[in-house]
């Protein structure tokens, strides 16, 4: 009984020390998820800013400027006065503004939406706002085309604006109050 012992230990002993084998794995994934998406996402772009590019043809008569930002914007009502300073981090912006889509339906307007206060870049705001909202001075009225990366984007806000939805704002500056915590 110990030989049979002996021998069974030798071969639990030579069967624990074997060294560990790669698996396999079960399925092969691949970009092709991610690459079909980059590329419906490249021609989502690319037909927004034909649309919007379109749009602007066709109203002559206004002054488009592009913004670094990847939007379009004009002056409805520019600041004459170089003193005016556009706000900085932290300064709040009292504002009022209305969101049309690209064929002009109101979507939401002036009314609806009220007077808002919102603190540079300290508080939730969708990108082109936001980055429109750093470009404005007191007492400005400006028209924002905005492609739906830089609105609401896939999801949309969830009630009136649907996924993937480029967007026009016009907005109107009230007034800066500037941040004195710097």
Known sequence: MTKLHTILGIALLLLGCKTPEARKPISIKTGSFIDASVERNKQLNANEKDHIEKLMHEKKD?????????????????????????????????????????????????????????????????????????????????????????????????????SNTPLICEVTVNSITKNNTK
């Open 62 to 162: 206004l002054t488009y400027i592009s913004s670094e930002s990847g939007f379009w914007y004009y002056y409805n009502a520019k600041s004459t006065t170089d003193s005016l300073q556009t706000p900085n981090f932290g300064d709040v912006i009292n504002y009022n503004y209305n969101v049309k889509a690209l064929d002009g339906s109101l979507i939401y307007s002036k009314k609806e939406l009220k007077t808002r206060n919102y603190a540079m870049d300290k508080q939730e705001l969708f990108t082109g706002l936001r980055e429109g909202l750093k470009l404005m001075k007191i007492g400005e009225t400006v028209t924002f085309l905005f492609p739906s990366q830089k609105a609401y984007g896939y999801y949309g806000d969830e009630n009136k604006i649907g």
